[in-house]
């Protein structure tokens, strides 16, 4: 596709779509603000361990998110804040399950990195490279099992796309049908490790074939083409019950966590991704479609962080977990849905 025909196509999708890309916008502020005020917080010292940020990542999940039925299920990796609230989980509940918070939606067990919400059909935030595969499997085979029509989509790193149970997750995929989206989030980086260095191939989606998968790669930098491709990706998974693999192209701005200054990279390649902003790029087209004006950025910019000031002040004044709390939610004797 040319660059011409590309703009064409988003200016139509623009003119149809007023109102949905308005939230796009929305929502990606959303959580490129909440992510800045989670890092703000953590110098603060309101919680400590890991934190892996977002930051830069947003289009891949509003625009994979948006596609979504509210019983499709999410899985994900430890880069999951964001994903966590596109699956419904209110700000409020992810940062005071950071903050170790009763009112977290783990009872602030799982902290940063274990995201979870059965009701919300957001099944983690998983700190194990690629250990979310084979449970995204499970699930997925759980659908065919019982005859639903739901759909998983299963959030993967370029590294984790190294890892031996993700290649075992995807071949069982394949032999059992089953309506599993994988997105790779391609961010050209494992903790540090540049991806020329651990990975043989250019496209990491050529794995797919491999095991007679369906794949794709697509830009993760751009919110419209990202919905767009997924929007007939997961439509196609629904109806056929295969499974797709598809890679996007994205990049972090932040460290690996909040504790790596990632020296690792230039200066130069950093500033190459930034004019690439999904949120700076939708900004200035929603002005020149007449969708959104400056003004209303500002404004809406305003209303999200009041928004987040809130949802902090709850998350600081929740109360915490008493100790004794240790040794609850070890066993179950009731099997979910
Ligand atoms: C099985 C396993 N091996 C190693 C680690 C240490 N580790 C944590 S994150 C990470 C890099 C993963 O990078 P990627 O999959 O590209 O995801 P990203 O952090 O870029 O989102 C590694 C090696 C781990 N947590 N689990
Ligand atoms: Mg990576």
């Known amino acids: 596709m040319t660059a011409s025909t590309a703009s064409t196509t988003h200016e139509q999708f623009l003119e149809d779509n007023r109102s949905l890309a308005r939230s796009f916008y929305h929502d990606m502020l959303l959580y490129r603000s909440f992510e800045e005020r ?8 309101k919680f400590s361990g890991f934190c892996h940020l977002h930051i830069g990542q947003e289009a891949v999940c509003v625009g994979v998110q948006a596609v979504l039925r509210a019983t499709d299920y999410v899985i994900s990796g430890y880069r999951s804040h964001t994903q966590a609230i596109a699956k419904g989980i209110p700000p409020e509940e992810v940062l005071a399950e950071m903050f170790g918070k009763t009112t977290g939606c783990c009872r602030g067990k799982g902290g940063s990195m274990h995201m979870f919400s059965s009701a919300r059909r957001f099944f983690g935030g998983h700190g194990i490279v ?6 995204a499997t499970g699930i997925a085979f759980k659908i065919n099992y019982r005859h639903e029509d739901d759909i998983v989509v299963c959030y993967l790193g370029d590294a984790a796309m190294n ?5 075992e997750a995807m071949n069982m995929a394949v032999i059992w049908n089953l309506p599993l989206l994988f997105v790779i989030e391609n961010n050209r980086y494992g903790m540090g490790t540049d991806i020329k260095r651990t990975t043989s191939i250019e496209r990491l989606c050529d794995r797919a074939a491999g095991f007679g998968m369906l794949a794709a790669q697509m830009d993760g930098m751009d919110v419209i083409s990202t919905y767009q491709q997924t929007q007939a990706i997961a439509a196609q998974v629904r109806e056929q019950k295969k499974p797709f693999l598809l890679e996007a192209l994205t990049y972090r701005y932040r460290g690996h966590s909040v504790s790596d200054p990632g020296n690792y990279r230039t200066k130069k390649e950093l500033e190459q991704y930034r004019r690439q902003d999904p949120i700076a790029n939708l900004a200035a087209k929603l002005v020149s479609a007449g969708i959104m004006s400056a003004q209303e950025q500002q404004d809406l910019a305003a209303t999200i962080k009041q928004q987040l000031q809130a949802a902090e002040q709850q998350a600081d004044s929740a109360a915490g977990l008493p100790v004794a709390a240790i040794y609850e939610d070890i066993y179950t004797t009731k099997l979910g849905s």
């Open 38 to 45: 989670v890092q703000f917080a953590y110098t603060q010292g």
């Open 130 to 135: 690629g250990g979310q595969a084979p449970l």
């Open 163 to 167: 890892q031996g149970q993700v290649m």
